[in-house]
């Protein structure tokens, strides 16, 4: 874990503890509240325990609905590419970047997540 | 621009409407100014479907472009505003507001419908059927009107007839010829045609002459015939024909036909080279075309002539049209295709085909050496009209006995593989696309039908032709290799079936072991909870379990239907509809307490709407609290059993229909299966639970119950078929036992019963042999894993409360009790709606 040095190499962004491991719901999605530089926000962390990427954040607002949905949506995969289907209107969102697969102009944000022993960590 | 030359069109219809966007196809608006002039005030709108204006349709609807279209591209539209006069010498046309210089002028003018010369045909009340403003003026009429009478029993007069009685009045159709649609069908035809149409109730009426129309005693008017019988009504609509509108081109001086329309060439030219005709005002080869796809064809040849000194290619030009017609008129199938009386080709034999009691009737047309189709004839069943057209239209070899392609068979018309077609094949005639076409545009990347539609128009005008497009495209996919395959998903390259057999037999009870031992990769939004289903079917285990949990659809994870705000519905189950005042009350106070929108559903029971993610544990707990238990609402599972009140209450009641559907209700909850499943119990023939349209109905009898099955509302409405007769309960419930784990094992994922039935090979019959007579031993089998499930049953709720694990998962957030605050309700007629 090298938490201790990404924080200390970023000027602006910080990264806070959000949950447990035991909060989170394997191989699907739970939401949290984030502190950003622009304010709070809510996030989509998504949790494929085994895989070599384990944990992914992006933006728990579902662009097309503007409900804030997507942490319930079906984690799965494109291709080998993780994606999460929104429970509404069943768009793909990539996890690794938050890229909409059926709309070139509709992206979520994402942020960095890690864990920090058995706790979860962002930086925003 | 100072040399752009003035391009008039007369007449904004169909054919004029599809001409200017063939010319800016072209670019043909850079180049000229142009001009249209329509006398309707309406902008071209689909006369085709005009009767539809009666049937909930309106003019925008119907509207074939919008203003904007002809704004965008600098055309200029003036509507309600008819030409009177063409002054060639001067070359301009003249309108009442003013004169206009044209260098090219087009007539697109179409017809009118012709209205015989008989006295007193123009009384008030005497009406025709052509334009939007008819139709207008035929409702009106229609209000103070209690009997209606068409004016001949050809194509539009039968469409007119249906209006009149689709305005609730008694129609009468009156012919002058010995039968209905002289020109479409011949005697055995029209006969047929005649009693299916007198069956819906429309008086028939043949070798009619009317004389004269004078005051009528108990009607408006009365007709009086040829041998002085006569008849009242109220209202009349002439449709005895079409003439075409050709006044302005007679007037000055255009060469015509002897008996009217405005004679072209090929290139669509008129006797002055300056000036076109398209449409129905036209005359090509002796011939008006009172169809709109020669129409089409005429426009593309009309703009590619306005446009040939530019065109990179040879131009178009109309070479004639086929005017074979497909039409259903009062619900009554009529085909024609080529030569359909057999009287253009000297030396054609003929087969045909009568079925008086289903009340159909074929005609083949065959050239004497019995190879080629020279024409066709239906009445009953358009069904064999789609192979029987491209046999026709594509000059293909017959197969060795014709009479095959009209001889019913179980399998419905013999249907003519795509691949049998070849390139040139027309497939959709209105918008002139080829299967080379559609070759084309699949070759150039569209990789489904809706894509082939937008390149090439194809089945968006008249939609004749939309089931044979889609089979050409599934087909023409096919062949590619693209994925019109039965895997369900990338992740496995199995269908449904496969792995509801490959779960079952191998014991697999896990989405992880499945995907590990048959699949890759993480599974996907389609295959993960067709797994769930599948394995719920099987072992029935809570789907809130952890290994569950990740495969649901969100609904079935928060066992509640996701909103579109993001919060939720509650639907507890009330059996049968049947419900305590108690328990009433309580759904009232918990509706109260956590500010639900509340509903009588189509289901006969209630939904509590508005229920936030976090409050869904504490709304549930009181609701098991008072008795209740979850409705799944949420699942591919069984819903409802709507019932009748029935024999406890009802006069007419022949068994407790409530009983009935609370038992059953009771028995099947919590069944997963391939896609929800509804059912109803009537307690007697009048059917008040609706149950033919239900997945499972069941209808009381004397003697017990009939039962029905795949019966469906929904999208796409099928009747329920009778299945078993005069059950006693045991047998009753034994059938939908074993019927309803055939379908679980067997259905594709997402598809109805009403679907699984229609496509299931065999039909009817092959499930009753299987169901009642047992012909594949699989019965027993049936029924002990149907009784696994309900042995097994639990509500997933009561589960889900006492689990403190699986409660975690109704948190809005992990770190924060905060309301989601985007959540923003408003109220509407005394209860909280969405903002
Ligand atoms: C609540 C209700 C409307 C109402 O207020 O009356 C309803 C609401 C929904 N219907 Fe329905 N249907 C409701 C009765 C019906 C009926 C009538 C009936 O069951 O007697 C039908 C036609 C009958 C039939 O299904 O054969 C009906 C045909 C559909 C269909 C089309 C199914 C089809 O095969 O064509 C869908 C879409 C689907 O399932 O894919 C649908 C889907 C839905 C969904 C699940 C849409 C969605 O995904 O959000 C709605 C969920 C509402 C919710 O959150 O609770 N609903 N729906 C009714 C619930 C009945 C109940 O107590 O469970
Ligand atoms: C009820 C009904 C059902 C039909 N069903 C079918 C069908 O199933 N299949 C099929 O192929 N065809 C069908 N048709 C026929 C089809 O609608 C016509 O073939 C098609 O509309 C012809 O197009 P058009 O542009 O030539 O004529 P129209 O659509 O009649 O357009 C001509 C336009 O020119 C205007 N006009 C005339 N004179 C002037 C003038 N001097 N100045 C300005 N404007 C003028 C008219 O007001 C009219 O709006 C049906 C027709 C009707 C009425
Ligand atoms: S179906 Fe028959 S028994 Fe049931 S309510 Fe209607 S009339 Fe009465
Ligand atoms: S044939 Fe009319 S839309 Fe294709």
Redesign the pocket.
């Known amino acids: 874990m090298t938490t201790a040095t990404a924080a200390a190499s970023t000027m602006t962004q910080t990264w806070q503890a959000l949950c447990d491991r035991d909060d989170l719901v394997e191989f699907s999605g739970v939401a949290a509240w984030i502190e950003t530089a622009g304010g709070p926000a809510q996030v989509a962390l998504f949790y494929l325990p085994g895989h070599a990427t384990e944990l992914y954040a992006v933006d728990n607002h579902d662009p097309f609905s503007g409900a804030n949905v997507i942490a319930r949506g079906i984690v799965g995969d494109r291709q080998g590419e993780p994606v999460v289907a929104s429970p509404l209107y069943k768009q793909h969102f990539r996890l690794t970047d938050g890229q909409c697969l059926e709309d070139d102009d509709v992206k979520l944000r994402t942020w960095p997540v890690d864990f920090d022993g058995d706790r979860v960590v962002l930086q925003a | 621009m100072s040399t752009q030359q003035q391009l008039i069109v007369i007449g904004n219809g169909m054919v004029g409407h599809h001409l200017v966007e063939q010319l800016v196809e072209r670019g043909a608006h850079e180049r000229y100014a142009i001009t249209v002039f329509g006398e309707e005030r309406h902008l071209a709108y689909d006369r085709v479907h005009l009767s539809e204006y009666f049937s909930g349709r309106d003019a925008d609807s119907l509207a074939l472009s919008t203003a904007d279209y002809y704004a965008e591209h600098g055309i200029e539209l003036r509507l309600a505003e008819a030409v009177t006069a063409i002054d060639r010498d001067a070359g301009e046309v003249v309108t009442p507001e003013g004169r206009y210089p044209y260098d090219r002028l087009v007539l697109a003018t179409g017809s009118f419908p012709f209205v015989p010369p008989i006295p007193g045909n123009d009384r008030e009340g005497c009406l025709v059927y052509r334009t939007l403003d008819d139709l207008d003026a035929i409702r009106a009429a229609a209000e103070n009107a209690a009997t209606g009478v068409v004016v001949g029993g050809g194509l539009l007069g039968l469409e007119a007839a249906n209006a009149l009685r689709g305005l609730n009045l008694d129609t009468a159709v009156v012919e002058f010829a010995p039968r209905l649609m002289p020109m479409q069908v011949d005697t055995e035809g029209g006969t047929l045609l005649r009693e299916k149409i007198e069956a819906l109730g429309v008086q028939v009426l043949t070798e009619r002459a009317t004389q004269h129309i004078e005051d009528g005693v108990d009607a408006a008017h009365r007709m009086v015939f040829q041998d002085d019988k006569v008849l009242e009504t109220d209202l009349i609509v002439f449709s005895a024909g079409i003439r075409p509108r050709d006044e302005l081109a007679r007037d000055c001086a255009l060469e015509m036909g002897e008996r009217g329309g405005v004679v072209i060439d090929d290139r669509c030219l008129t006797s002055d080279p300056a000036i076109l005709a398209v449409g129905e005002v036209a005359l090509w080869n002796q011939s008006i075309f009172g169809l709109v796809a020669p129409g089409y064809r005429m426009a593309r040849a009309a703009a590619d002539t306005l446009m040939a000194d530019v065109l990179e290619r040879s131009p178009e030009t109309f070479r004639g049209a086929d005017m074979s017609t497909k039409l259903k008129l009062l619900g009554v199938d009529v085909g024609a295709i080529g030569d359909a009386h057999g009287n253009q080709n000297p030396g054609a034999r003929m087969f045909r085909y009568l079925d008086e009691i289903k009340q159909e009737y074929r005609k083949l047309v065959v050239s004497s050496d019995g190879r080629k189709l020279l024409g066709a004839m239906l009445v009953g069943d358009n069904d064999y009209y789609e192979s029987l057209m491209q046999y026709y239209a594509n000059g293909l070899e017959l197969p060795e006995d014709p009479a095959s392609l009209i001889l019913p068979s179980s399998e419905g018309a013999p249907a003519l593989g795509p691949d049998a077609l070849p390139d040139t094949a027309t497939i959709c005639s209105c918008h002139n696309v080829t299967k080379g076409d559609i070759c084309t545009s699949i070759d150039a990347g569209a990789v489904d039908l809706a894509t082939v539609k937008g390149e090439t128009k194809a089945s968006t005008g008249c939609g004749g032709c939309a089931a044979l497009l889609k089979s050409v495209v599934d087909h023409e996919l096919e062949s590619r290799g693209v994925e019109v395959d039965q895997s369900i998903c990338e992740h496995f390259a199995h269908t449904r079936q496969e792995l509801y057999d490959i779960v079952r037999v191998e014991g697999i009870k896990t989405f992880g072991e499945l995907i590990e031992k048959h699949g890759q990769g993480l599974g996907c939004d389609i295959c993960k909870p067709a797994a769930a289903s599948i394995l719920a079917s099987c072992y029935n285990e809570p789907i809130t379990d952890a290994a569950h949990v990740p495969l649901q659809d969100t609904n079935d994870t928060f066992m509640a239907n996701m909103q579109k705000n993001g919060t939720y519905s509650v639907v507890p189950r009330i059996a049968g509809g049947e419900i305590t005042p108690d328990k009433l009350v309580v759904l009232g106070q918990v509706a109260q307490k956590y500010d639900l929108y509340t509903k009588i559903t189509g289901g006969q029971r209630i939904d509590l709407f508005g229920a936030r993610l976090e409050d869904l544990p504490a709304i549930w707990g009181e609701l098991i609290e008072a008795g209740f238990e979850t409705g799944h609402a949420y699942g591919k599972s069984v819903r409802t059993v709507k019932s ?4 406890t209450w ?1 006069r ?2 022949v068994q407790d ?1 409530v009983g009935m559907a609370i038992k059953l209700e009771h028995r099947y909850k919590g069944l997963r299966s391939p896609h929800k499943l509804k059912f109803a119990v ?3 023939t ?4 609706e149950a033919q349209s239900k997945d499972v109905g069941v209808i009381a009898t004397e003697n017990g119950w009939n039962l029905y099955v795949c019966g469906n509302g929904g999208m796409r409405p099928r009747h329920a078929e009778l299945f078993a007769t005069d059950l006693d309960d045991e047998q009753l419930i034994r059938t939908i036992d074993r019927f309803l784990m055939f379908y679980v094992r067997t259905a594709d994922r997402l598809q109805r019963t009403s679907v699984w039935r229609e496509n299931l090979e065999g039909g009817l019959d092959y499930l009753k042999e299987v169901i009642l007579d047992d012909s594949l031993g699989i019965n027993e089998e049936l029924e002990s894993q149907m009784q696994a499930v309900i042995d097994t049953y639990e509500c997933e709720w009561a589960g889900a409360i006492s689990d403190p694990e699986k409660l975690k998962r109704f948190r809005s957030f992990v770190n924060d009790e905060r309301p989601d605050p985007d959540i923003i309700m408003t109220s509407e007629r005394g209860q909280l709606r969405p903002a």
């Open positions: 009748c009140v029935g024999s009802c007419y009641g229909s009537s307690g007697c009048r059917e008040c639970a």
